[in-house]
């Protein structure tokens, strides 16, 4: 039998909580796994800043969950009813989540899975590549037991990506991102079979909805090599129904770091108009986040100017995220224009305010505020240096 000792590929903290979920298990008769990524990433050595803690549980989850709340400490618990998972935060930096063995059927391709609660055995089966259908055992006299069905230790040491069954990728599209995702995080190969259900399985894309792109595309921008995975992901047109171009890609390349807005901002930036107002449906976003690559993209079309009060006017009407974004995209003559607007323009304080007008006798009309506006614009291109020059000026504005 293969054991694996875990203590040593894991940190104290997740060594801990592990232990305390299975001793839980043990004591109410259950048998507890780790299971996926945790276990492939401990087989590759690469588990020491592990971020999420899978659990699978041969046993009633509710149940488990009401006792083994109390046994840790956790900032927030969400719990699924109807899939009988439990998600603990332990921390910003490390999750603990629960899930009851099952089988899953789809009643039709793209859908969520129906589940039925089963065993190890099925759990596994229901999976998306071999390297992540493996499981530790955790409870009983064979603590340690690897268990492997579908030779994924082996698909680990040739570095290869494979499906279990031929409708992996027609069942559930998402995982055609998946398996980019690990191609490139891993540096692993499709197996020939699975490259060709892989090609096929593109037929089911324009069934995900919204929610699952965006949840996809969300993963793929938190890899570390986010670059490199939507070029891959883009070659292998899984983003057409967006209408990313190779440009886009690019501008990922001009990134320091990347979150989920920035990301998909830089990916938009050289869009046409249509493409980027429907993205706000296709993607089902938040209004915030679709206005901001709105903005992106205008700014990175713009006309650029060397004038202060015509830089001004070109940019005082965009949030200043928006600005920051386009400057690291940008080059040339339009990041000059933005490094300029950020770095000193949007900073000028007006020398005249509407108090300073009224005491000029000026009453407050429908001229108030252009008077109010032409004199910052005086100001910012230098023709007018202190108030007593610009009070000359109200005069001839007069
Ligand atoms: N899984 C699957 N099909 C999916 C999503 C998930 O089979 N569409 C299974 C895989 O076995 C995966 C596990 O659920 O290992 C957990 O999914 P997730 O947390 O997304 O991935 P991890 O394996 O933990 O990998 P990562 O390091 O990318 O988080």
Redesign the pocket.
């Known amino acids: 039998m293969n054991k694996i000792k875990i203590k040593e590929h894991l940190s104290p903290e997740s060594y801990k909580l592990i232990t305390s979920a299975a001793k839980t298990a043990e004591e109410m008769g259950y048998s507890l796994f780790l299971v996926?990524?945790p276990v492939?990433d401990i087989l590759l050595n690469k588990a020491e800043n592990m971020k999420?803690i899978?659990l699978a549980l041969e046993g009633d989850t509710k149940s488990f969950i009401k006792v083994f709340q109390d046994k840790i400490s956790y900032k927030k618990l969400i719990t699924h009813e109807k899939f009988n998972t439990a998600s603990f935060e332990i921390n910003s930096n490390l999750h603990i989540d629960i899930a009851m063995c099952r089988t899953e059927i789809y009643p039709q391709p793209a859908m969520l899975p129906v589940i039925e609660k089963s065993d190890i055995s099925d759990d596994l089966g229901?999976?998306?590549f071999s390297i992540?259908?493996m499981a530790i055992r955790l409870t009983g006299k064979n603590k340690g037991e690897l268990l492997d069905p579908f030779e994924g230790q082996k698909d680990l040491s040739n570095r290869v990506i494979s499906v279990l069954h031929q409708n992996s990728f027609i069942d559930?599209p998402?995982?055609l991102y998946?398996a980019i995702?690990y191609q490139t995080r891993l540096g692993f190969n499709f197996d020939i079979a699975t490259f060709r259900l892989f090609l096929r399985g593109k037929i089911n894309l324009s069934l995900l909805t919204p929610e699952r792109i965006r949840y996809e595309l969300e993963c793929m921008l938190k890899e570390p090599d986010f670059k490199n995975v939507l070029s891959m992901a883009n070659k292998f047109e899984l983003f057409d129904m967006l209408g990313f171009d190779d440009t886009g890609i690019e501008y990922l390349n001009k990134l320091k770091s990347c979150d989920f807005e920035t990301g998909l901002c830089a990916l938009c930036a050289n869009m046409d108009k249509d493409n980027i107002s429907q993205l706000h449906e296709k993607l089902n976003l938040p209004k915030s986040t679709s206005k901001l690559a709105e903005e992106v993209n205008a700014i990175m079309h713009l006309k650029t100017s060397r004038i202060p009060s015509r830089i001004y006017e070109t940019l005082s009407g965009y949030s200043v995220k928006a600005i920051g974004i386009s400057s690291q995209l940008a080059s040339g003559e339009l990041k000059r224009m933005l490094n300029f607007y950020s770095g000193k323009i949007s900073k000028i304080k007006p020398l005249i305010s509407s108090n300073d007008l009224k005491k000029a006798g000026i009453r407050q009309s429908a001229k108030f505020g252009k008077m109010l506006a032409d004199l910052y614009m005086l100001q910012l291109d230098g023709k007018i240096s202190d108030k007593a020059d610009a009070m000359d000026k109200i005069r001839d504005l007069k």
């Open positions: 996926g990524g492939r999420d899978d229901r999976r998306d992540n259908a559930d998402t995982r998946r995702r």
